[in-house]
Nanobody, 119 residues
Framework: QVQPVESGGGLVQAGGSLRLSCAAS????????TGWFRQAPGKEREFVAA????????DYADSVKGRFTLFRDKGKNSVYLQMNTLKPEDTAVYYC????????????WGQGTQVTVSS
């Protein structure tokens, strides 16, 4: 069992960058795929990106392709979401999740971190 713990959210201007971190508490990500999801006010939670347990495969939502990069640091037992060229529509609570495959199901969820992009 593993508990994802997110950090790195904040307020940034449009066009800026943020890096979100997801650390594995109480376990290791080495056996799990890891994904990021987001939920904006009044909207359903949506998929953002996922990475396989080895770090060799990634998948991105069309809305973030070319702007977001997801990667692992196995030594730190963490996953990072580098977000560049941020847009106001990226504003949301971002959640990290761990699961058995990149397509889910996602068994373990973090508490979320707020990202706000001002125009």
């Amino acid at each position: 069992q593993v508990q994802p713990v997110e950090s790195g959210g904040g307020l940034v201007q449009a066009g800026g960058s943020l890096r979100l971190s997801c650390a594995a508490s109480g376990g290791t990500f080495s056996r799990y795929a890891t994904g990021w999801f987001r939920q904006a006010p009044g909207k359903e939670r949506e998929f953002v990106a996922a990475i396989g347990w080895s770090g060799g495969r990634t998948d991105y939502a069309d809305s973030v392709k070319g702007r977001f990069t997801l990667f692992r640091d196995k030594g730190k037992n963490s996953v990072y979401l580098q977000m560049n060229t941020l847009k106001p529509e990226d504003t949301a609570v971002y959640y990290c999740a761990a699961g058995w495959s990149m397509t889910g199901p996602w068994a373990y969820w973090g508490q979320g971190t707020q990202v706000t992009v001002s125009s």
